[in-house]
């Protein structure tokens, strides 16, 4: 079975610093990586790009067959839309949407608008008694659920997370980490997940660890 992405040899600097060096690796469809490193190693950028968000210097992301590199901006966005759900530590909530229309809006741009599937995201995220409320009327943890709501309603192929708990305490965090492997198990999506808790990391298939702008296997317990 081909893999779901593939990247081989990605770099990207900017100016004169090289965030990253040849970075390698593939994902299956239904498995989850955790990605850990110190601030500052390029792991936001790497997902940028996995993402469609950033062109790269040099290499290939490929996913499901689709080169990105080669998309102009209609086709990297229209991969974003359709196959990606994106959770990054900007919550990019739209202020004049409703809970629910930001929880709805991009499945509804995809086609793919399930009012039962995303009812049933508000509900396990704890979010469900606010989706008549606007997001200025939220807590920060309040916004990132409804964010992390958005990035799974259109039932995606890709799940990327940048730090999807980092706003919530050890329980709800628990709980929404729960929710992604739950969905991943459900749909058969991917999970690439960056995180600084060695404790969340351990709950995922496979674990890696860039620095300096490159990937090496993360050690258990480190």
């Known amino acids: 079975m081909d893999s779901l992405l593939v ?3 990605l770099t990207k600097a900017y100016g004169p ?3 990253l060096k040849g970075v390698s690796l593939t ?3 239904g498995q989850t990586l955790a990605l850990t490193g110190e601030s500052g190693s390029g792991k936001s950028t790497l997902l940028h790009l996995i993402g469609a968000l950033d062109q790269p210097d040099g ?4 996913l499901d067959g689709v080169d990105l590199a080669g998309l102009d901006d209609t086709g990297r966005a229209r991969i974003r839309r359709d196959r990606i759900g994106l959770v990054f530590q900007q919550f990019n909530l739209i202020p004049s949407l409703t809970v629910s229309s930001n929880i709805a809006f991009q499945a509804r741009l995809s086609g793919r608008h399930d009012p039962e599937h995303c009812a049933m995201l508000a509900r396990r995220l704890g979010i469900d008694a606010l989706v008549t409320r606007y997001p200025e009327e939220l807590s920060g943890g309040q916004q990132q659920r409804v ?3 958005r990035a799974l309603a259109n039932r995606p192929a890709l799940i990327l997370a940048d730090e999807p708990t980092g706003n919530l305490d050890e329980a709800t965090g628990d709980a929404v980490l729960d929710l992604l492997l739950d969905l991943v ?3 058969g999506a991917a999970l690439m997940m960056v995180t600084h808790s060695t404790r969340l990391a351990a709950r995922l ?3 890696l660890h860039l620095s300096r702008g490159s990937l090496t296997a993360a050690a258990q317990g480190a």
């Open 27 to 29: 994902l299956d469809a």
């Open 17 to 19: 610093i090289d965030v």
């Open 205 to 207: 298939d496979r674990r």
């Open 7 to 9: 990247i081989e040899n």
């Open 185 to 187: 198990r459900e749909t």
């Open 59 to 62: 290499g290939s992301v490929m």
């Open 147 to 149: 964010a992390i709501a």
